[in-house]
């Protein structure tokens, strides 16, 4: 069964701190993507990776980095937390080689900085 | 830019009866693939129906169909005799197999009424 793991679901952090948000897959998937969702806006894409250490801007990569050193990897990173980063976090993973290149899901991380 | 527009953030129907949720998408390129997800309270998503754009013969799964207008860029959902469990959010997505990138609409929520 595929599967990809967020390391937290829920996740309170405070103005000012480092977080990082861990997402795994074992699916040998090559691009792997991080999304926000906020009510009404819909998924927004943050950063994705077609391949180990490459990365793309998405919609929306101010405030946020990522880092990919291994294939099953993708974390993202909020070098100084802010509060209008509270938000629902997803993880994504797919192949382009593969039959349906229909993305995964993790299960989500609410993060709620304070 | 690239874009998926949803333009119903609500929607409502009455059990066992049929109904059909709005996507517009803009992008320049051919080679792309469209998708629905389903984001139920759990909030794990779950493909729903997929649409390779190159083919012209609408996808169908089970009680759920699409309209497939690639002139138009338009990719709605039909659901069929919903049921209680469809409630949930639908999102609209489309993958641009050149670059590896897949964005996301707004969403809109599902409400089936008993």
């Known amino acids: 069964d595929v599967k990809v793991t967020q390391s937290s679901r829920y996740l309170v952090k405070r103005t000012g701190e480092k977080v990082f948000l861990e997402c795994v897959q074992d699916?040998?998937?090559?691009?792997m993507f991080w999304y926000r969702q906020d009510p009404g806006l819909g998924l927004r894409l943050i950063y994705f990776?077609?391949?180990?250490?490459?990365?793309e801007k998405g919609d929306i990569p101010e405030g946020y980095s990522v880092s990919r050193e291994k294939k099953e990897r993708f974390s993202l990173i909020l070098e100084s937390a802010s509060t209008n980063q509270t938000s629902m976090y997803l993880c994504?993973?797919?192949?382009?080689?593969?039959?349906?290149?229909?993305?995964?899901f993790g299960q989500g991380t609410r993060l709620t900085v304070v | 830019a690239q874009t998926v527009t949803q333009s119903q953030p609500e929607m409502s129907v009455q059990e066992a009866e049929t109904v059909t949720l709005s996507c517009t998408y803009d992008t320049s390129e051919s080679d792309y693939y469209l998708f629905w997800y389903k984001q139920p309270p759990s909030r794990q998503m779950i493909l729903v129906i997929r649409?390779?754009?190159?083919?012209?013969q609408n996808a169908t799964e089970n009680r759920f169909s699409v309209n497939f207008q690639k002139a138009a860029k338009s990719f709605s959902l039909k659901i069929s005799d919903s049921q209680l469990g469809d409630a949930a959010m639908y999102f609209c997505a489309y993958y641009l197999y050149n670059n590896n990138d897949m964005r996301f609409g707004a969403g809109t929520r599902l409400t089936v009424k008993p």
């Open positions: 990776s077609y391949d180990v250490k490459m990365k």
């Open positions: 699916m040998d998937h090559e691009n």
């Open positions: 994504a993973s797919s192949s382009p080689k593969g039959v349906t290149t229909e993305a995964f």
């Open positions: 649409q390779e754009a190159y083919k012209q």
